[in-house]
């Protein structure tokens, strides 16, 4: 009896079960602002070039309040599938003129609203914000140690996720930012990568056994 191996078709179908069903929270701005919207701003639009690549979003805070973005209905519902995972921005400095602005909620703060609470983190800590010259990448792990806090309390919030904002207030003053590639990303399962692993030595096997025959 020949030994039993699984066709490229079934590992096909296999792999294609592990893909989470529903698409991640990603927004690159492509082709219009995506439904983000913003807060305090003097102008809020969507450039088409320059961006990282190739659409932006431009904030022009000018002297106005603190510019907070606000996320679109795609970053809210249920979002346990992404504990463990990263959020991410793209961030650029367009234009300088204030002075340097330290606050609790300052450039690269995310709040994250859920579960009757929230949880906020900066992702640009200390005062740091874009560079001038070009694109930069704020990232940090969707962690409940992260965020501060409990497990059962961050469970609560990734469960139902009513709202995500960003604030991209980086001076006093004028100043205009550039904001691109906002995404949340799943971290692969341990038995995700195991089946992984399994699925693609399975292959080099059926090959293998196709060629000897």
């Given at each position: 009896?020949?030994?039993s191996t699984l066709s490229p078709v079934l590992l096909f179908?296999?792999?294609?079960?592990?893909?989470?069903?529903?698409?991640?929270p990603v927004s690159t701005f492509d082709t219009d602002t995506e439904g983000w919207l913003a807060a305090g701003a003097a102008t809020f639009e969507w450039r088409?070039?320059?961006?990282?690549?190739?659409?932006?979003?431009?904030?022009?805070?000018?002297?106005?309040?603190g510019a907070i973005l606000t996320a679109p209905v795609a970053f809210r519902g249920n979002l346990s599938a992404y504990n463990g995972g990263t959020i991410s921005f793209d961030g650029k400095m367009l234009g300088t003129g204030?002075?340097?602005?330290?606050?609790?909620?300052?450039?690269g703060v995310i709040t994250i609203q859920g579960g009757g609470t929230s949880a906020f983190l900066d992702l640009a800590p200390g005062g740091a914000?874009?560079?001038?010259?070009?694109?930069?990448?704020f990232s940090a792990p969707l962690t409940a140690a992260a965020w501060g806090k409990t497990?059962?309390?961050?469970?609560?919030?990734?469960?139902?996720?009513?709202?995500?904002?960003?604030?991209?207030?980086?001076?006093?003053?004028?100043?205009?930012?550039?904001?691109?590639?906002?995404?949340i990303t799943a971290v692969p399962a341990p038995a995700t990568v195991w089946l992984l692993g399994t699925a693609l030595?399975?292959?080099?096997?059926y090959r293998r056994h196709r060629r000897t025959r």
């Open positions: 009896m020949r030994p179908v296999v792999l294609f079960r592990l893909v989470p069903s529903h698409a991640a088409n070039t320059d961006g990282n690549p190739p659409g932006f979003l431009y904030i022009d805070n000018g002297e106005a309040q204030g002075s340097f602005y330290q606050a609790t909620v300052d450039y914000t874009a560079s001038t010259t070009s694109w930069t990448t497990d059962v309390q961050w469970a609560q919030i990734l469960a139902s996720v009513s709202n995500i904002t960003l604030s991209v207030e980086a001076l006093f003053g004028n100043e205009i930012q550039g904001i691109d590639n906002i995404r030595a399975g292959v080099v096997a």
